[in-house]
């Protein structure tokens, strides 16, 4: 019996994410009824409204069974109803009618309790300017697929549907006939050759070539048009990955920021190169790129999208809003354009601490982003008088702080203790993750490595378990053995090379409670004889740094994109980076580069790359579980990620007059879904306006 994927089995297996993926390629008129699929739980236990997990599920969940069953629920374009705000600009004259702004074959999407009402502001706060531009992908998740609130199975978004070819190699997208731009001008295949053809193609604008994700055994996609509305992507081996890519985060800004008829005015295959220059040296930019690259991007209100949302007043202008596309093509189970909601506004604010103050204050309508766990209490305290109620997602990070070393270290000091494996697996012992997780997260989460989650194929409870046992004895003996015998006067040890060893570690206070993290890591590190600071920095700094690839000593990030960790492996082999920071920035320059730039890398790095490769190009089951096992057992070897507490849920909070918002743990929240764009924010809706 060959293995060979067949279809079904390529798509069932392809994204190696959580439970597997369903693939559901249905007409774009169809909703799809999901049966339930039972699974072994360990036992979870509900302490005040808090789910706190016991034990890691040790047993792999797998995906039993690809739903197929299907409610028919046709809406005629004449059916279709629109918001009021939007139906009183069409008898000003200044919007054509609803039928010939949406597709002929619009989305449907069931809503979640009740068909909404139109009409409301949604507020909500952004630290510093630029996190108001989250509105560009969590609030506006339009790929040609999407992940649906499981993080597990897969429906058509922007396309009406696709094919795989038998070999898995090539991907046939269907788009949806009468899609339209927020200007009415119509969205076809031409607008996705104009990204590949003039700009991912382009050297002047790419000089690299095209990324990774874009590239199966070195060679770039090839992209056809097959007909207005068909486009055709071809790899030279089969991509295992690539339909879980086309619903995740990197596919997006193609299929809908590329609007060649507004875009082609600022470029010089189609506008006039002098020319161009000099609007761009008068708009203040370098050169015409930099100039075309602003055009597109979400501060320009003049941009047209086919995105849920566009700016209308954007930063420095405070508040921010953010108005709803008139030519959106989702429609709601009984003809209503969606979404429901008329804008959203973002208050800016400098730092979390102010952020979460209004939050417990009642000030937000619904928000999870850069809520923190030690105001988890004061959310509860203060629900009723702030009249919401708190919500709980399943958090997809393995770790909720994760410290990442620096193998090219600047300092060859500090790079000779860096790349010695034992140095890592001793520091990583030296940490009392339980006590961290009493203290720091409130008894909430699993103490743990950095790993994969439970439910994602190839995972074994050993991958978590590996060198996270508080031992200092241990670390002691480890350290001892690597030649750090020497201590200066304070009693801390000294470098191989008799310098002082001080670790730095830095991080922006975005996402969680990383500097008490880090008090603590470095109050146990300081016990077995190594001297650590935690280094708060601004997010643009953190950023700057970690991107130079050789400055930092230790960073930290959140681990996120767990529940398909295969997609953005930025976890699982050292590479460069900015957020998160940089691990093996010149081996990946190397490995990216086919040996023109960087440095080669040693032979565990190297292998951490050849074998994401191969999960890539693996053609049957049992090959991309093998492969993935490999990968995720050589991290939990080499420590190049220490983890502490992970398995947390993710917390929010909601107005009691926002509506159609889903609560519990079977809702997923991971970047690489784009949440809360996986819950279909479209049906969102207000009762109080």
Known sequence: MSNLFTRREFLRTAALGAAGVAVVACQ???????ETVEVEKQVEKVVKETVVVEKEVEKQVEVTKIVEKEVQVTVAPSEVKEAPTLFAMVSEGKLPPVNERIPTEPRVVPVLEQIGTYGGTWRRVAIGPGDVGTFNSRFSYDCPLRYEADAATIVPHITSGFEVSEDGASFTFMLRKGHKFSDGVPFTADDIMFWYEDVQSNEEMNPGGFPDQLKINGEPVLIEKVDDYTVKWSFVDAYGLFIPWMASTRYNWCFSTYPKHYLSQFHPTYADRAALEKQATDAGYDNWIGYFNYQRDWHNIELPTNQTWHASVVPPDIPSVIERNPYYFLVDPEGNQLPYIDRMRFDVVENIDILNLKAVAGAVDMQMRNLSWENL????????????????????????????????????????LEETKEFRQ??????????VKQVVYQGLGTARQASVLPTVLGYKPEYSEAWAQ????????????????????????????????TINIEYAPVFGPWGDVSEMASKYWAEIGIRAFPKEESRPLFTERGTLGTVQDMSVWTMDRCAHPLLDPLYWMPRRGGTPASVGALYWDWWTSDGEQGEEPPAEVLKSYELYEACKTAKSQEEIKAFSEELFALNADQIWFIGVVGLLPHIGVVKNYFHNVPDGPQNVSDWLCLAPGNTTIEQYYMSET
């Open 28 to 34: 774009p008129q169809t909703i799809v009824v999901k």
């Open 377 to 416: 209490p004061l959310f509860f305290e203060n629900a009723e008088q702030g009249d919401y109620h708190v919500i709980q997602w399943t958090l997809a990070e393995g770790s909720q702080c994760c410290f990442h070393f620096n193998l090219n270290h600047e300092d060859p000091g500090m790079r000779e």
């Open 426 to 435: 001793a520091l990583s012992i030296a940490i009392d993750r339980e006590e």
């Open 470 to 501: 508080y031992d200092p004895d241990t670390a002691n003996q480890m350290l001892d053995a690597i030649g750090l015998t020497a201590r200066d006067e304070e009693g801390f040890r000294k470098r191989l090379d008799g310098e002082q060893l």
